[in-house]
């Protein structure tokens, strides 16, 4: 099993940034990729961005390319989601998730195993 908490969320004005950190734990060596999701209310839960353990590409949602960007620090088994130029259409629970599949679809929720529990951010306009 791997275990996954995140943290860093919180209320900012738009244009503001904020770092959202999802620290893994258990059996992470089996991990493929980390993903990025978020869920406003009343929507569904959509993809924002993942990386690649093994070789940290990354990936991104149109949405979020030029704003948002994720990095991983090996060492501490933690993803960062560094999220600038902040709009209030960016108000959601941000979730990050694990995956060891490998056939592709990285944008699919449905093929990411592991959840962390998500933190609030909400953007005020």
């Known amino acids: 099993q791997v275990q996954l908490v995140e943290s860093g969320g919180g209320l900012v004005q738009a244009g503001d940034s904020l770092r959202l950190s999802c620290a893994a734990s258990?059996?992470?060596?089996?991990?493929?990729?980390m993903g990025w999701f978020r869920q406003a209310p009343g929507k569904e839960r959509e993809f924002v961005g993942a990386?690649?353990?093994?070789?940290?590409?990354?990936y991104y949602a149109d949405f979020v390319k030029g704003r948002f960007t994720i990095s991983r620090d090996n060492a501490k088994n933690t993803v960062y989601l560094q999220m600038n130029s902040l709009k209030p259409e960016d108000t959601a629970v941000y979730y990050c998730?694990?995956?060891?599949?490998?056939?592709?679809?990285?944008?699919?929720?449905?093929?990411?195993?592991?959840w962390g529990q998500g933190t609030q951010v909400t953007v005020s306009s």
């Open positions: 998730a694990s995956t060891s599949y490998r056939g592709g679809g990285i944008t699919r929720s449905i093929l990411y195993d592991y």
């Open positions: 258990g059996r992470t060596f089996s991990n493929y990729a």
């Open positions: 990386i690649l353990w093994s070789t940290s590409n990354t």
